[in-house]
């Protein structure tokens, strides 16, 4: 079983930055595309980025490309989202996914690991 862990959310302005961490523990050789998403309340769950945790091929969701970096530390097994000029919009729970696939541009049903979320909100 896979353990997923974020952390590192928090309330910023306008225009900040924060930096996500998500730790893997537990059967991590199973590990393959680790990804992030978000929801709020009013919305479903979107996806945000995708690392492939073998080559580091990333993808990003097209309302971060450019703002978001996603890397990963495979001596730590943690993958980071290093978030950049961020908005309002941006205000969600953040949620680390693990998908046993090599494909970073899978559908969010393909992702069988979950974390429990990070509260991010960006004020105006």
């Known amino acids: 079983q896979l353990q997923l862990v974020e952390s590192g959310g928090g309330l910023v302005q306008t225009g900040g930055s924060l930096r996500l961490f998500c730790v893997a523990s537990?059967?991590?050789?199973?590990?393959?595309?680790m990804g992030w998403f978000r929801q709020t309340p009013e919305k479903a769950r979107d996806f945000v980025a995708a690392?492939?945790?073998?080559?580091?091929?990333?993808f990003y969701a097209a309302s971060v490309q450019g703002r978001f970096i996603i890397t990963r530390d495979n001596t730590k097994n943690t993958v980071y989202l290093q978030m950049n000029s961020l908005k309002p919009e941006d205000t969600a729970i953040y949620y680390c996914?693990?998908?046993?696939?090599?494909?970073?541009?899978?559908?969010?049903?393909?992702?069988?690991?979950w974390g429990q979320g990070t509260q991010v909100t960006v004020s105006s």
């Open positions: 996914a693990v998908s046993p696939t090599y494909d970073v541009r899978i559908p969010e049903p393909d992702y069988l690991y």
């Open positions: 537990g059967h991590t050789n199973s590990t393959y595309v």
């Open positions: 690392i492939n945790w073998g080559d580091g091929n990333t």
